[in-house]
T-cell receptor
Framework: DAGVIQSPRHEVTEMGQEVTLRCKPI?????LFWYRQTMMRGLELLIYFNNNVPIDDSGMPEDRFSAKMPNASFSTLKIQPSEPRDSAVYFCASRVHRGRTGELFFGEGSRLTVL | AQRVTQPEKLLSVFKGAPVELKCNYS??????LFWYVQYSRQRLQLLLRHISRESIKGFTADLNKGETSFHLKKPFAQEEDSAMYYCALITSGSRLTFGEGTQLTVNP
Protein backbone atom coordinates (compact mmCIF):
# COMPACT_ATOMS: atom_id res chain seq x y z
CA ASP A 1 0.00 0.00 0.00
CA ALA A 2 1.35 3.44 -0.93
CA GLY A 3 -0.07 4.94 2.21
CA VAL A 4 -2.12 8.11 2.38
CA ILE A 5 -1.70 10.04 -0.86
CA GLN A 6 -2.07 13.80 -1.03
CA SER A 7 -1.96 16.18 -3.97
CA PRO A 8 -0.63 18.61 -4.84
CA ARG A 9 2.58 18.46 -2.79
CA HIS A 10 3.17 22.15 -3.33
CA GLU A 11 0.79 24.92 -4.34
CA VAL A 12 1.55 28.57 -4.83
CA THR A 13 -1.40 30.80 -5.57
CA GLU A 14 -2.49 34.38 -5.34
CA MET A 15 -4.85 35.81 -2.78
CA GLY A 16 -8.45 35.37 -3.79
CA GLN A 17 -7.93 32.24 -5.81
CA GLU A 18 -9.64 28.93 -5.06
CA VAL A 19 -7.46 26.13 -3.72
CA THR A 20 -8.40 22.46 -3.72
CA LEU A 21 -6.34 19.90 -1.83
CA ARG A 22 -6.93 16.20 -2.38
CA CYS A 23 -6.48 13.09 -0.30
CA LYS A 24 -6.72 9.35 -0.89
CA PRO A 25 -6.80 7.45 2.42
CA ILE A 26 -5.46 3.95 2.98
CA UNK A 27 -7.89 1.37 1.67
CA UNK A 28 -10.06 -0.04 4.44
CA UNK A 29 -9.56 2.90 6.79
CA UNK A 30 -12.85 4.36 7.97
CA UNK A 31 -11.62 7.58 9.59
CA LEU A 32 -10.12 10.51 7.69
CA PHE A 33 -8.67 13.64 9.25
CA TRP A 34 -7.52 17.00 7.85
CA TYR A 35 -4.89 18.91 9.85
CA ARG A 36 -3.13 22.23 9.31
CA GLN A 37 0.48 22.68 10.45
CA THR A 38 2.04 26.05 11.20
CA MET A 39 5.07 27.07 13.24
CA MET A 40 2.99 29.11 15.63
CA ARG A 41 0.13 26.73 16.29
CA GLY A 42 1.50 23.29 15.53
CA LEU A 43 -0.98 20.73 14.21
CA GLU A 44 -4.58 21.88 14.26
CA LEU A 45 -7.43 19.51 13.52
CA LEU A 46 -9.70 21.05 10.91
CA ILE A 47 -12.27 18.31 10.34
CA TYR A 48 -12.65 14.56 10.47
CA PHE A 49 -14.89 12.02 8.80
CA ASN A 50 -16.11 8.58 9.79
CA ASN A 51 -17.42 6.38 6.99
CA ASN A 52 -17.47 9.43 4.71
CA VAL A 53 -19.65 11.44 7.12
CA PRO A 54 -18.25 14.63 8.70
CA ILE A 55 -18.18 14.12 12.46
CA ASP A 56 -16.48 17.25 13.80
CA ASP A 57 -15.76 20.36 11.75
CA SER A 58 -15.32 22.71 14.69
CA GLY A 59 -11.72 23.31 13.69
CA MET A 60 -12.56 24.71 10.28
CA PRO A 61 -11.47 28.33 10.66
CA GLU A 62 -14.00 30.09 8.50
CA ASP A 63 -16.71 29.62 5.91
CA ARG A 64 -14.00 29.97 3.30
CA PHE A 65 -12.96 26.43 4.19
CA SER A 66 -14.99 23.40 3.16
CA ALA A 67 -14.30 19.67 3.04
CA LYS A 68 -16.02 16.77 1.36
CA MET A 69 -15.68 13.03 1.25
CA PRO A 70 -17.83 11.75 -1.62
CA ASN A 71 -16.62 8.17 -1.20
CA ALA A 72 -14.33 6.04 0.94
CA SER A 73 -11.29 6.62 -1.25
CA PHE A 74 -11.32 10.37 -1.79
CA SER A 75 -11.58 13.62 0.12
CA THR A 76 -11.06 17.27 -0.73
CA LEU A 77 -10.33 20.38 1.29
CA LYS A 78 -11.24 23.58 -0.47
CA ILE A 79 -10.37 27.17 0.38
CA GLN A 80 -12.30 29.86 -1.46
CA PRO A 81 -11.18 32.62 -1.54
CA SER A 82 -7.67 31.98 -0.28
CA GLU A 83 -5.77 34.48 1.89
CA PRO A 84 -2.06 34.81 2.80
CA ARG A 85 -2.78 33.65 6.36
CA ASP A 86 -3.91 30.31 4.96
CA SER A 87 -0.31 29.55 4.04
CA ALA A 88 0.60 26.32 5.86
CA VAL A 89 1.17 22.62 5.37
CA TYR A 90 -2.09 20.69 5.19
CA PHE A 91 -2.02 17.05 6.23
CA CYS A 92 -4.49 14.31 5.59
CA ALA A 93 -4.47 11.23 7.81
CA SER A 94 -6.48 8.05 8.07
CA ARG A 95 -7.00 5.22 10.53
CA VAL A 96 -8.97 2.12 11.17
CA HIS A 97 -11.49 2.23 13.97
CA ARG A 98 -9.89 0.32 16.80
CA GLY A 99 -11.30 1.73 19.95
CA ARG A 100 -9.33 4.86 20.81
CA THR A 101 -5.93 3.36 20.19
CA GLY A 102 -5.75 3.05 16.44
CA GLU A 103 -2.62 4.53 14.88
CA LEU A 104 -3.05 7.53 12.62
CA PHE A 105 -1.31 7.33 9.23
CA PHE A 106 -0.33 10.61 7.65
CA GLY A 107 0.19 11.72 4.08
CA GLU A 108 3.24 13.72 3.06
CA GLY A 109 1.32 16.96 3.24
CA SER A 110 0.41 19.74 0.82
CA ARG A 111 2.43 22.91 1.29
CA LEU A 112 0.28 25.91 0.42
CA THR A 113 1.64 29.39 -0.16
CA VAL A 114 -0.81 32.20 -0.77
CA LEU A 115 0.80 35.38 -2.06
CA ALA B 1 -12.23 21.02 26.64
CA GLN B 2 -9.24 18.87 25.83
CA ARG B 3 -5.88 20.55 25.37
CA VAL B 4 -2.26 19.48 24.91
CA THR B 5 0.60 21.80 25.78
CA GLN B 6 4.24 21.43 24.83
CA PRO B 7 6.00 24.34 26.51
CA GLU B 8 9.23 24.17 24.50
CA LYS B 9 9.15 24.93 20.79
CA LEU B 10 12.89 24.31 20.49
CA LEU B 11 15.17 21.99 22.44
CA SER B 12 18.84 21.51 21.80
CA VAL B 13 21.09 18.93 23.48
CA PHE B 14 24.45 17.31 22.83
CA LYS B 15 24.87 13.74 21.68
CA GLY B 16 24.93 11.38 24.65
CA ALA B 17 23.09 13.76 26.95
CA PRO B 18 19.69 12.93 28.45
CA VAL B 19 16.68 14.50 26.82
CA GLU B 20 13.18 15.19 28.08
CA LEU B 21 10.41 16.65 25.96
CA LYS B 22 7.60 17.97 28.08
CA CYS B 23 3.90 17.42 27.49
CA ASN B 24 0.98 18.43 29.66
CA TYR B 25 -2.66 17.78 28.97
CA SER B 26 -6.08 18.78 30.19
CA UNK B 27 -8.96 16.39 29.81
CA UNK B 28 -11.75 15.50 32.19
CA UNK B 29 -12.01 11.88 31.08
CA UNK B 30 -9.56 9.01 30.99
CA UNK B 31 -6.76 10.07 28.63
CA UNK B 32 -5.09 8.06 25.92
CA LEU B 33 -1.79 9.70 24.98
CA PHE B 34 0.68 9.34 22.15
CA TRP B 35 3.94 10.73 20.87
CA TYR B 36 4.32 11.28 17.13
CA VAL B 37 7.57 12.18 15.38
CA GLN B 38 8.38 13.87 12.08
CA TYR B 39 11.91 13.36 10.80
CA SER B 40 13.24 15.65 8.12
CA ARG B 41 11.57 14.97 4.78
CA GLN B 42 9.52 12.11 6.20
CA ARG B 43 5.89 11.65 7.14
CA LEU B 44 4.58 12.24 10.61
CA GLN B 45 4.51 8.83 12.29
CA LEU B 46 3.60 7.24 15.59
CA LEU B 47 6.51 6.88 18.01
CA LEU B 48 4.80 5.39 21.03
CA ARG B 49 1.50 5.15 22.87
CA HIS B 50 1.02 5.25 26.60
CA ILE B 51 -1.11 2.12 26.90
CA SER B 52 1.63 -0.02 25.37
CA ARG B 53 4.18 1.00 28.01
CA GLU B 54 6.81 0.39 25.37
CA SER B 55 10.27 1.75 24.66
CA ILE B 56 10.83 2.75 21.05
CA LYS B 57 14.26 3.82 19.80
CA GLY B 58 15.25 4.22 23.44
CA PHE B 59 12.41 6.62 24.19
CA THR B 60 9.93 6.11 27.01
CA ALA B 61 7.00 8.13 28.28
CA ASP B 62 5.10 7.70 31.52
CA LEU B 63 1.62 8.99 32.11
CA ASN B 64 1.40 10.95 35.36
CA LYS B 65 -2.27 11.60 36.04
CA GLY B 66 -1.53 13.64 39.15
CA GLU B 67 0.58 16.11 37.20
CA THR B 68 -1.40 15.58 33.97
CA SER B 69 1.86 15.02 32.13
CA PHE B 70 3.25 12.62 29.54
CA HIS B 71 6.88 13.63 29.15
CA LEU B 72 9.07 11.86 26.59
CA LYS B 73 12.50 10.80 27.80
CA LYS B 74 15.67 9.25 26.47
CA PRO B 75 18.78 8.74 28.61
CA PHE B 76 21.33 9.19 25.81
CA ALA B 77 20.33 11.28 22.81
CA GLN B 78 21.61 10.42 19.33
CA GLU B 79 21.99 12.71 16.33
CA GLU B 80 19.36 10.73 14.44
CA ASP B 81 16.83 11.70 17.13
CA SER B 82 16.75 15.23 15.71
CA ALA B 83 13.16 15.75 14.60
CA MET B 84 9.87 17.45 15.40
CA TYR B 85 7.99 15.71 18.20
CA TYR B 86 4.26 16.04 18.85
CA CYS B 87 2.35 14.92 21.90
CA ALA B 88 -1.25 13.92 21.19
CA LEU B 89 -4.39 13.14 23.15
CA ILE B 90 -7.30 11.07 21.90
CA THR B 91 -10.71 11.73 23.38
CA SER B 92 -14.24 10.54 22.92
CA GLY B 93 -15.32 10.38 19.33
CA SER B 94 -11.84 9.52 18.13
CA ARG B 95 -10.72 13.14 18.01
CA LEU B 96 -6.91 13.31 18.15
CA THR B 97 -5.61 16.63 19.50
CA PHE B 98 -1.95 17.53 19.06
CA GLY B 99 0.29 19.89 20.96
CA GLU B 100 2.27 22.67 19.31
CA GLY B 101 5.31 20.45 18.79
CA THR B 102 8.93 20.55 19.97
CA GLN B 103 11.81 20.70 17.51
CA LEU B 104 14.63 18.62 18.97
CA THR B 105 18.17 19.15 17.76
CA VAL B 106 20.91 16.79 18.90
CA ASN B 107 24.33 18.33 18.32
CA PRO B 108 27.46 16.22 17.72
Amino acid sequence: DAGVIQSPRHEVTEMGQEVTLRCKPISGHDYLFWYRQTMMRGLELLIYFNNNVPIDDSGMPEDRFSAKMPNASFSTLKIQPSEPRDSAVYFCASRVHRGRTGELFFGEGSRLTVL
Amino acid sequence: AQRVTQPEKLLSVFKGAPVELKCNYSYSGSPELFWYVQYSRQRLQLLLRHISRESIKGFTADLNKGETSFHLKKPFAQEEDSAMYYCALITSGSRLTFGEGTQLTVNP
